[in-house]
């Protein structure tokens, strides 16, 4: 089994900084992609940033230049650093990671359980 488990979200001012954290555990074999996404009150969920196991990154464009993600392969572990957060940036962040269990096994996407970040204005 494999789990995700997701740190760091909170309450912060318009314009703060915080930092997310995501670890996977479990039976673990290789992970590939792993990643963040969100989702507002009435909205649906959306990408907000990417990482590759080779460090490549993708985000939205509403998170350029604000938000960075970065991995530690070694402890199977995926952040999101925001700064100069915005009222927009509320919502619930989840953590995704794409994992195979084992030699040969394909991939499959795996969720955390969301943390909840709210912005203040």
């Known amino acids: 089994q494999v789990q995700l488990v997701e740190s760091g979200g909170g309450l912060v001012q318009a314009g703060g900084s915080l930092r997310l954290s995501c670890a996977a555990s479990g039976t673990i074999f290789s992970i590939s992609a792993m990643g963040w996404y969100r989702q507002a009150p009435g909205k649906q969920r959306e990408l907000v940033a990417t990482i590759t196991s080779g460090g490549s990154t993708n985000y939205v464009d509403s998170v350029k230049g604000r938000f960075t993600v970065s991995r530690d392969n070694a402890k199977n572990t995926v952040y999101l650093q925001m700064n100069s957060l915005k009222p927009e940036d509320t919502a619930v962040y989840y953590c995704?990671?794409?994992?195979?269990?084992?030699?040969?096994?394909?991939?499959?996407?795996?969720w955390g359980q969301g943390t909840q970040v709210t912005v203040s204005s």
């Open positions: 995704n990671a794409w994992i195979s269990t084992g030699w040969l096994l394909s991939p499959k996407g795996y």
